[in-house]
């Protein structure tokens, strides 16, 4: 008997239904709008982008310019690379424009898609980013789209790491900017650590396109993105501990693997307390429990992580003398990132390696409060639904599933558990056997390197031809993708999440192009093609009569979607293909959540050595264990965002009190707030209200009015005069103070003061900033214990975290204060030999400028030929102003 809600969506067709059917009259204007975009030039279609930007500033809704915009688009692709964008890709283009993440399949064309709201939301003038997984493809694509956006009369740039400054500022002044999800993250980091506006890179936060979102904005989103400079040097300590941690008995401590969490048992803490002191690592008579011995319990508590935790060709790999860690759901290195908290250089000792010195935080940023700076953010998969809670919590974001071109011809087997590790190696290896006898291309997905180096010497041992593909073999990764598909071909690949190459059946024609022109340069490039996509079409034919893509699993992951996305390289645009699945009691997801069940149903069934159990409910039970862990994951990542948040609040106060600063031409009015604050905390220091005169420490007010203002205040004086009371003091000291401060200003001259205070500003708040964020860190490890007294950690943070910013902003306005006071003028000699030495370098600038413009070097159309000059430096032009009267005006 069916439900009420199974009869309902019969009826009334499920809500992602509904979503795909209120697009449909979209689409069909589209489409008639389809014929007149054909019979424009390529000239009329530039036009027509002119035409719709100044429809779209004139205040005209960018849905209601949706139909033509989207119509020109499909005519640009259509000219520039030869492919009519289908019904579902325009559907997919408008959730996108929509605010949504659109689910599309593999091989489905996410690329081309993007372009169509991203054409129509960089008619604003405004900017639009469209953020890839890696530098590889936000090269590619970035490269292989520059066409479209050309042939429609936009810009197209291209963002990556050590990238020059000149070229990252045209990049994002372009209409669409590629880049990856880290870069972006840290040139916002970088944006606020600058003191010139007209050296920022992002302009605005408007609209992006997240590719492989769910990778980007959940798998990536449990670690913060941190700026950091060195620290003191622990080497010795790290290594001192790293020779204890292989003497700890299984005793001394706990392992949970599913919090992925460890700690010493007490016995092992009387163990440890013994042996410090023995090896006189702890100083006599110090206790482990004693507040000294914090940063010794730290360091062991590291050293015992990264050897029970971390294991090497899994969790990182060893190249060059350096430890280079692994993305766990892409199987990618990640050069350049570093666990925190001396986690890394604990593993350094572990292998041996040289150990870098510990970091301290100059900024950080999680990607969850970057992209939720965006005003509208849309993303594309092959898999968000699983994880559509976690998008409509965090970033409000809708998932829907947009159906695909072709109908999907994979056939998905059910899961096939074998008893013990080897029993399912020998399986894998037969089953790979007969499809390499039949010519079905075989996809092949492990969990680690470890797992895929091993697969990979059985199937040597086996006689079986074979590519692997994992975080060493990272650089061919394209090429190893491209050939996966080839007749007969057998490809091992650690995690194939986002790798966004289309693995396409009898292999990628353009690459197999390109490799043949390279290797006869003197050959004919178009008689190559056509030789080669001849030779295609039997290929392609040939593997789909073997059964299109056979992808094999060697493990579930803890997350679904990593193993949809493996499942989905198989029956791309409506290919023949299958999936299925090998496991056993030994696989980690088995061991840790709950096989015991399923052992003794594999006991009581007496099933031979080799025999395997597959049934659905086995399917079920498994997706159950994952949604589950997938649940804890997104807890963990909530309490994350929660702490963040109360950071990202400061962290916005701050970023936006720089640009404020950046942005003044005149900063007394803010330097004079600050010091009459500072007159008023003093004043009620010393003088508190209520009190009577006798209580007053003038000599105290005198004393600190001197330090922190340095003005010689005859406040005694005033105080014994008849009827003065605190009020009165304080207007003293104020006029006092802001007379000193207006004498400076025409002794050093009114431009030199506002430079001294604009650097004295953003000096002392990225100095106060660094040292907050320390504190905070500290505050973030401790606060956890306060919940064995009932108090919840969250908003004992919150409270602290709030004065810990009160006294921040104390302290700044403080040392602002106190260093405008203090700084001095030269003397009549050092100011004229600077003052020289100041004209010699304009006159030399004003040559450079000169020969530039004399030279046409300078292109008053291009920034990139403006150079990077400061604010007050001459502008390159030749007009002889400085740059921020002229080119640099804001």
Known sequence: MLGLGTIARKVFGTPNDRKIKATGPVVDQINALEADFESLSDEELI???????????????LDSLLPEAFANCREAAKRALGLRAFDVQLMGGIFLHQGNIAEMKTGEGKTLVATFPAYLN?????????????????RRDADWMSKVYGALGLTTGVVYPQQPDSEKMAAYACDVTYATNNELGFDYLRDNMKSELNQMYQRTHNFAVVDEVDSILIDEARTPLIISGPSQDRSELYQTIDLLIPQVLEEHYTLDEKTKNVTFSDEGNEWLEEILSEKEILPEGQSLYDPESTTIVHHVNQGLRAHKLFTRDKDYIVRDNEVVLIDEFTGRMMAGRRLSDGLHQAIEAKEGCAIQPENVTLASVTF?????????????????????????EIYGLGVVEVPTNQPVARVDEDDQVYRTTAEKYNAV???????????????????????????????????VAHNVLNARQHEQEAKVVADAGKLGAVTIATNMAGRGTD?????????TIMEAIAADPDANPDEIRSRIEAEHVSNELAVKAAGGLYVLATERHESRRIDNQLRGRSGRQGDPGRSSFFLSLDDDLMRIFGSERLEKVLNTLGMKEGEAIVHSWVNKSLERAQAKVEGRNFDIRKQLLKFDDVMNDQRKVIFGQRREIMEADDLAEITQDMRHQVIDDLVTQFMPPKSYADQWDMEGLQAAVSENLDLDAPVSKWAAEEGVDDDTIRENLEDLGDEFMAKKAVDFGPENMRLIEKQVLLETIDGKWREHLLTLEHLRSVVGFRSYAQRDPLNEYKSEAFQLFQSLLDG?????TQVLSHVRMRSAEDQKAMMDAMARQQAALQQQAQTTADSGGFDE???????????????????GKKFKHCHGKL
Not at 47 to 61: F, I, N, Q, Y
Not at 446 to 461: C, D, G, R, Y
Not at 861 to 878: A, K, Y
């Open 47 to 61: 036009t027509k982008t002119k035409e719709l930007e100044d429809r779209a500033k004139a205040g005209e809704s």
């Open 429 to 463: 290896v037969e089953a790979i056997k007969v499809s390499h006898a039949e010519n079905q291309p075989v996809l092949v997905g492990t969990t680690s390197i470890e797992k895929s180096e091993l697969l990979s010497s059985l199937l040597t041992a086996a006689d």
């Open 812 to 816: 700044l306005r403080e040392r602002v």
């Open 368 to 392: 969850q409060n970057y992209f939720r700076l965006y005003d509208k953010l849309g993303g594309m998969t092959g898999t968000a639904l699983t994880e559509a809670d976690e998008f409509a």
């Open 122 to 138: 960089a008619l604003t003038g405004k900017g639009v980013h469209i953020v890839t997984v890696n530098d590889y493809l936000a």
């Open 503 to 511: 693995i396409k059946l009898g292999g990628n024609v353009e690459f």
């Open 861 to 879: 159309n291009d920034r990139t030929t403006w150079g990077n000059p400061g604010r007050n430096e001459i502008c390159l032009c030749g007009s």
